[in-house]
């Protein structure tokens, strides 16, 4: 039986969606600090305990799942208490914001290796994707171009313009980045990264907001990616897969394969679900279901998310030190 507790209640409902009520799973606790919040979820949940103080729930020993919701900057300190309490573990993106940080995780969950974690990467139960990752032929792969059109600018107003190392990579690229990452199959050798924030530097949120990575990868392969959280768009994310004889794409205006018939180009619009949200939860729903039933595979594995965070590391690396940087495994 998983009994669950969740801290933050932002896309932390959506994690409830996923969890109360799946296989048996309930979820006893909601962790809010907002007092205006607190007195809605309450209204709204009168059968969860809604709490403000998360030692409480790490104290709690019917909990053994704990679903991190909360701002980036908090993520690390819960996933450590998660681990000392013997609690498994869904982190929202990013787990954590630097190297040591990662490192200190790896560690701790070597000592305690029945604990499992997973961050909450959606994009890889997306229907398209799914799709898209079965009908790529990797070999034949010269470029990508993948595009995280965020679309929600005011969103960098909030917490995310008053915490420490906030990043646009941790908390935006790193969607498609792990997406390439997943549907290739690869890892990047190097990455070189470029950057503005002609949109927003007279705001309070003083970062970069506009991010290019260009990825390389074995065999000269190379991939473009964009963290585009200043532009003005739908959130959307787009992708092109250039091979030799085909290209994918998922654009604004659909979904297609364009392929050579002699000279001529044809086009087949692809009909999966994008942007497919209902499917979110599955990644949530995997996961609880690989802590009930041992031979369930995960959809991703620690060592994905370690891969995954050191990519994105280094590509803020190379926009400090403004050179091209070789990714270290
Ligand atoms: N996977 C995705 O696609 C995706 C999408 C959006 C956000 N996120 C991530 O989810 C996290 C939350 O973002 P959000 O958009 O839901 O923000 P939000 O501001 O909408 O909600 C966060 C909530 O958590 C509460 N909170 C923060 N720290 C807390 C703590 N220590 N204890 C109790 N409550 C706390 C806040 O009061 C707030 O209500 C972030 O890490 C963000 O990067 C991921």
């Given at each position: 039986m998983i009994n669950a507790a969740i801290i933050g209640s932002g896309i932390g409902l959506k994690h409830f969606e996923?969890?109360?009520?799946?296989?048996?799973?309930?979820?006893?606790?909601?962790?809010?600090n907002n007092y205006k919040k607190i007195q809605e979820l309450k209204l709204r949940f009168r059968n969860i305990k809604i709490i403000s103080d998360e030692n409480e729930i790490f104290k709690n020993k019917e909990i053994n799942l704990v679903s991190i919701a909360s701002y980036d900057d908090n993520h690390f300190s819960q996933i450590k208490k998660c681990i000392k309490y013997k609690k498994h573990i869904i982190v929202e993106k990013p787990m954590c914001l630097s190297?040591?940080?990662?490192?200190?995780?790896?560690?701790?969950?070597?000592?305690?290796?029945?604990?499992?974690?997973?961050?909450?990467?959606?994009?890889?139960a997306n229907?398209?994707?799914?799709?898209?990752?079965?009908?790529?032929?990797?070999?034949?792969?010269?470029?990508?171009?993948?595009?995280y059109i965020w679309g929600r600018r005011q969103k960098l107003f909030q917490?995310?313009?008053k915490i420490k190392n906030y990043s646009v990579t941790l908390g935006a690229g790193i969607h498609m980045i792990d997406l390439i990452m997943w549907i290739l199959?690869?890892?990047?050798?190097?990455?070189t990264s470029y950057s503005n924030s002609i949109v927003t530097k007279k705001t309070n949120f003083k970062k970069q907001s506009f991010i290019v990575y260009i990825f390389e990868f074995s065999k000269n392969m190379i991939v473009k990616i964009t963290a585009n959280a200043a532009g003005v768009y739908k959130?959307?994310?787009?992708?092109?897969?250039?091979?030799?004889?085909?290209?994918?794409?998922?654009?604004?205006?659909?979904?297609?394969?364009f392929n050579k018939k002699g000279i001529e180009t044809q086009f087949k619009k692809l009909d999966y679900e994008y942007p497919d949200k209902?499917?979110?939860?599955?990644?949530i729903q995997n996961f609880i279901d690989t802590l009930i039933d041992k031979r369930s595979n995960s959809i991703i594995s620690f060592k994905d998310q370690y891969n995954l965070m050191k990519v994105c590391f280094?590509?803020?690396?190379?926009?400090?030190?403004?050179?091209?940087?070789?990714?270290r495994y």
């Amino acid at each position: 039986m998983i009994n669950a507790a969740i801290i933050g209640s932002g896309i932390g409902l959506k994690h409830f969606e996923a969890i109360h009520g799946y296989r048996n799973s309930k979820v006893r606790i909601i962790c809010e600090n907002n007092y205006k919040k607190i007195q809605e979820l309450k209204l709204r949940f009168r059968n969860i305990k809604i709490i403000s103080d998360e030692n409480e729930i790490f104290k709690n020993k019917e909990i053994n799942l704990v679903s991190i919701a909360s701002y980036d900057d908090n993520h690390f300190s819960q996933i450590k208490k998660c681990i000392k309490y013997k609690k498994h573990i869904i982190v929202e993106k990013p787990m954590c914001l630097s190297l040591e940080q990662l490192n200190q995780i790896k560690h701790l969950l070597k000592k305690n290796p029945k604990i499992k974690i997973i961050s909450n990467l959606v994009l890889r139960a997306n229907s398209l994707f799914v799709n898209l990752k079965k009908k790529v032929n990797i070999d034949e792969v010269f470029y990508i171009e993948a595009d995280y059109i965020w679309g929600r600018r005011q969103k960098l107003f909030q917490w995310r313009s008053k915490i420490k190392n906030y990043s646009v990579t941790l908390g935006a690229g790193i969607h498609m980045i792990d997406l390439i990452m997943w549907i290739l199959n690869k890892k990047p050798l190097y990455v070189t990264s470029y950057s503005n924030s002609i949109v927003t530097k007279k705001t309070n949120f003083k970062k970069q907001s506009f991010i290019v990575y260009i990825f390389e990868f074995s065999k000269n392969m190379i991939v473009k990616i964009t963290a585009n959280a200043a532009g003005v768009y739908k959130h959307f994310h787009e992708l092109k897969i250039f091979e030799k004889k085909k290209t994918l794409v998922n654009s604004y205006l659909g979904s297609y394969m364009f392929n050579k018939k002699g000279i001529e180009t044809q086009f087949k619009k692809l009909d999966y679900e994008y942007p497919d949200k209902t499917n979110r939860k599955k990644l949530i729903q995997n996961f609880i279901d690989t802590l009930i039933d041992k031979r369930s595979n995960s959809i991703i594995s620690f060592k994905d998310q370690y891969n995954l965070m050191k990519v994105c590391f280094a590509a803020d690396r190379s926009i400090v030190l403004k050179k091209k940087i070789k990714i270290r495994y």
